[in-house]
């Protein structure tokens, strides 16, 4: 590879905003990275739950620090644009042990971070970004701390001050050390534009079904766009059509729109063999 991480981490930084959200095809090991950034991509952000089913385990803590960073740097390794990894909760008991985690994913070659606050209370993952924030600083790297608020997600609180809780969260996350926020669960356009209006830093949210598409979040204030487990789930979709067609019908048509063998054999083999 010839690129570096302060290099990328600077252009990285550079693609949020609202001007042109980036959008992220959330990726989860070396061949569906390589297929969204074949496709065009200016970066590639993993997803903890697509890492979670692609190694054989559920999302929500049941991966391993190890198995998960090992992810990290191969698609790291593989590509040629920004990594920023899913660490959901940050894969540790408590901000010391995210700390190792934050270390663990600079030595991985990625340049970004999302951690999620849950259902665990605000101060908790106020605690764990500003330990991801000081492991960088240690590790002198530059690393794009993204802070997901799940409030919406999880449906957490009373509905009617769910967007002011929100915004309390951003407000506290931003202030140990986070550089976004992603509010995930959210696709109402007034709501959006009130988060992407009193957060100070750039507003990240997943798109999906019935969402604005990219452009029109960006006209709200939104600066990047994930479709988190999404590709993935997809992916797994499109598995379980084809088995089924195979299984009830003996017909193979729904594999028609599949890669080639060939191109996707390629994207693994390297620039040198392409």
């Not at 959901?88 to 270390?103: K, N």
């Not at 990625?110 to 330990?131: F, H, K, M």
């Not at 407000?171 to 976004?180: F, H, I, M, S, T």
Request: glycine share 10%.
């Amino acid at each position: 590879m010839t690129h570096t991480h302060a290099a990328d981490a600077r252009l990285f930084r550079s693609l949020h905003t609202p001007a042109a959200p980036l959008a992220l095809a959330n990726a989860w090991d070396v061949a569906s990275a390589l297929v969204v950034e074949a496709a065009g991509a200016r970066a590639i952000a993993t997803t903890s739950a697509g890492v979670s089913w692609a190694l054989g385990a559920p999302d929500g803590g049941a991966l391993t620090r190890e198995r998960a960073l090992e992810v990290i740097a191969r698609i790291a390794a593989a590509v040629t644009v920004p990594v920023t990894a899913d660490i959901e909760d940050g894969y540790g008991a408590d901000a010391a042990a995210v700390a190792e985690t934050v270390a663990g994913v600079i030595e991985a070659g990625a340049v970004g971070v999302n951690i999620e606050d849950g259902t665990r209370p605000p101060a908790e993952l106020a605690a764990r970004l500003g330990a991801a924030r000081r492991s960088a600083e240690r590790a002198g790297a530059d690393l794009f701390l993204n802070a997901r608020v799940d409030t919406y997600l999880l449906g957490l609180g009373d509905p009617e001050t769910r967007l002011e809780e929100t915004l309390t969260r951003a407000r506290l996350y931003v202030e140990a050390g986070a550089d976004g926020v992603f509010v995930p669960g959210v696709t109402d356009p007034a709501t959006l534009k009130a988060l992407a209006e009193d957060i100070a830093v750039p507003l990240n949210v997943m798109a999906g079904p019935g969402a604005p598409s990219v452009d029109e979040l960006g006209t709200l204030g939104v600066a990047r766009v994930s479709l988190g487990p999404g590709v993935a789930l997809a992916a797994y979709g499109a598995a379980r059509r084809a088995a089924r067609e195979l299984f009830e019908s003996g017909t193979v048509t729904s594999a028609a729109d599949a890669l080639s063998f060939a191109e996707l054999d390629g994207l693994l083999a390297g620039p040198e063999r392409r």
